[in-house]
Every structure is written in C-alpha cells, then in structure tokens.
C-alpha cells in the first residue's frame, strides 16, 4: 500500500534533525524530538494543542525563510507546507562575534580616510570643469560615487555595531510617524530609481500612523530594502512599497520583481557576510544589509519574512503595532547626512550609475 502524502509529510517531520513545529492552521499539533528537548531547556512557549506566538504565526502567511523573537532570542525560520500542513523549522542564531570596539575602531579609521579625500574631490572639480572635457566630468563622478560607498560602509559599520550592542544598551526607543517615513524615503528614491528606468510605487502608506522606534535605524532600513530591489530589478521594471496596519502589527513589504533569488541560496540570506549573488563586485555590499535590517526590527520587537521565486522577490518588515506613552514623537529625518552628503545617494550609492554622481547634481 502507497503511503499518503500526509503520512510521508509527517514520516519527514520527524526525521529533521533542527527542532520542529507541526502545524494545522495556526494551532502546534506535534514537536518533533528535537523541538521537545529544545522547549524543555529554553523556555520556548510553544504547546501541542496550542496556538503559536505571534511572531511564529506570521511565517504561515508571509514567508518561506525569515526570523523572529522567542524568550529573548532570535530564530531563524524556514516553512514548508502541503494542504493545511505546514512545518516551521527553527534554528538559534548564534551571537555576534565580531567586537564593537573593533567595528569602532574600523569606522573611526574610514572616517579620517575619506575626509581628505572628499575635500581633494572639491578642490579638484572646478578645475575639471573648466576643461569642458566630457570623460574629465565621468572620471569626477566615479570619484564621487565611491566616496559615497566609502562612507557608505561606514554607515553600515556603525549600525551593525549599535545593532550589536545589549538591548539594555540602547537608547529607549521614540514615537515616530511610520507613515510619512516610508513616504519620504520613497520619494527621495523615486528620481534615484527612475536614473534606472525603474518605476517605485507605493500602496498604503497615506495619513499618519505612530509607533515607538528609531527613525534614523528604520530609515536605513528601508534604504537597504531599495538598494537591493533596484539591484535586481531589470530597466522597465518596478519596485512596491506596500504598508498595512492591524491592531497588533504593521507590517511593511518591499516587492520587486526581478530574477529572483535562487532555491539554493534561500536559507542563507540573513547570514552576516553573505554577498548577493550574481552581482558586480562594485555592486555588492558588506553582506550586511539583510543582517541589519533583521536587527533593527528585532530591537523593537519585530519580525522579517522573505519570499523569493522568478519575477517576485518580497521582503516584509513586521513591527509591533504599539507606542512608548513615555516619550515624544520623533520626527523622520530622511534628509541629508551631516556634512550635507544626501542620505539617500549615499545609502543608494552601491546600486546607482556613476550618473547619479556628476559635481552639478550633487552639489
């Protein structure tokens, strides 16, 4: 007799070595032995006969591949499903090994690197332009576009470190408008975009909507949300910025649809270092970016999720729904850095053309 597919799901289920849910709906109807011993010793507040956590809950209709908070620690969450079946395999991030004080001290290091340079690049641009040389003025803007990665990578240093750090560590999150921050870093995008002859687009994200984090790490954020679709968005193409509230979340997508993010890389998208495939060297980053955006949404309690197949990548922050009583609002920034270096040329600068970067512009 052939055994059925609910059998051979189940037969598979107990065999992941990873520890492992069970689910029907929304309800934990089995653990695997794994998942058994793993709940035992760590205090996970997951019972057979029981709905999951919400952080849990949102992987059944969001995402293959993600992570989330559990009792204090972060999981990284793969999905798979047949009917009304699904099985959610978790795995523990380890802690970061990297120490602060050397992230800091790399930073520091950049920053006294690139402030001669920056200021050479002033000096010299008059100059260039009095030669009315064409290739002088395309020299110039490669000159500056890799000032802006420079900086750029410092950016992402300094972040991952704060991102690091003990949540006792940080500085107690504010009120902000998430509404007008996601419509004011898409509208500092959309000239940036279209360089690219591609469309962003964004739904839901009218009127004013308070929650408690930090404006400056959830701006980023989004930056490196972009960044990443334009780099996989072809020219014709569009990138979504989809915003939806609910009484217990608020839950913000970003959704290109490029080439896809290939099966076999799917797993490992949130790993620290982990270089995009099938980008130019110029093109890829530290590696960092997902890491951190995983970071920041952790710091206040939330979630990511992420869907990849052939002409849809989405990728869905999830933000507890709720404000600090204890502190004012914060207004978003999303406009130039310090020293006036646009905040969005420089978080866009790896997935822009050297176009972007001619002296008229950005001056």
């Given at each position: 007799m052939?055994p ?11 065999k992941i070595?990873?520890p ?8 934990c109807?089995?653990l695997?032995?794994?998942a058994?011993e793993?709940t035992?010793n760590?205090n996970l ?6 709905p999951?956590?919400e952080s849990l809950?949102?992987?059944?209709i969001?995402?293959t591949v993600?992570n989330?908070e559990?009792s204090?620690s972060i999981?990284?969450v793969?999905?798979?499903?047949i009917d009304?079946s699904?099985?959610l ?7 970061d090994?990297v ?5 800091a001290?790399i930073?520091?290091k950049?920053q ?5 340079l920056?200021?050479a690049c ?6 260039l ?22 900086i ?6 300094s972040a991952?470190?704060k991102?690091s750090?003990?949540?006792?560590d940080?500085p107690?999150?504010e009120n902000?408008?998430i509404?007008l921050?996601c419509?004011r870093?898409a509208?500092q995008t959309?000239p940036l ?7 962003l ?6 009127g004013?909507?308070i929650?408690?984090?930090?404006a400056p790490?959830?701006e980023?954020m989004?930056?490196?949300l ?9 020219a ?6 989809h ?5 217990g979340?608020?839950?913000i997508?970003?959704v ?6 290939p099966?076999?890389i799917?797993n490992t998208v949130?790993?620290?270092f982990?270089?995009e495939?099938?980008l130019?060297?110029t093109q890829?980053?530290l590696?960092?970016?997902l890491?951190?955006v995983?970071?920041?949404a952790a710091l ?6 992420l869907t990849s197949?052939?002409g849809?990548t989405?990728?869905t922050?999830?933000?507890p729904?709720?404000?600090?009583e204890?502190?004012?609002l914060c207004s978003?920034k999303?406009g130039?850095?310090?020293?006036g ?5 420089v978080?866009?600068s790896d997935?822009l ?5 001619y ?5």
């Open positions: 052939i059925s597919t609910a059998t051979l799901f189940s037969q598979l289920f107990r070595s990873h492992s849910i069970l689910v029907n709906g929304t309800i109807i089995e695997n032995p794994a058994m793993y035992q760590n507040p997951i019972q057979v006969g029981m999951l956590p809950s949102d992987f059944l969001h995402s993600g989330c559990i204090g999981y990284d793969n999905t798979f499903s009304d699904t099985i395999v978790l795995q523990k991030l380890q802690k090994s120490s602060p004080q050397l992230l001290s930073t520091n950049l006294d690197s690139i402030t001669p920056i200021y002033h000096l010299i641009t008059p100059l332009e009095e030669t009315k040389n064409p290739q002088a003025t395309r020299y110039i803007s490669i000159f500056n576009q890799n000032c802006y990665r420079l750029r990578v410092m950016n992402t240093l991952f470190e991102a750090k003990s949540p006792d940080v107690p999150l902000l408008d509404a921050l419509r870093v509208e959309v975009a279209k360089l690219l002859d591609i469309t687009r964004q739904e839901g994200t009218e004013c909507h929650i408690r984090g930090s790490d959830f980023c989004l930056y490196h972009f960044s990443n679709a334009m780099k996989f968005t072809p014709g193409g569009e990138i979504l910025l915003m939806k509230v609910t009484q979340m608020v839950y997508s970003v290109d649809n490029g080439s896809g993010i099966e076999h799917l949130f790993a620290r982990q270089k495939h099938g130019t060297e890829a980053g590696g960092l970016g890491t951190l995983r970071k920041t206040c309690g939330g979630t990511v999720a197949k052939k849809e989405r990728v922050v999830s933000l729904n709720r404000k600090n204890e502190t004012i978003p999303a130039p850095e310090p020293g270096f646009s905040n969005a040329l978080e866009l997935a053309p050297s176009s972007a970067f002296p008229q512009d950005i001056e």
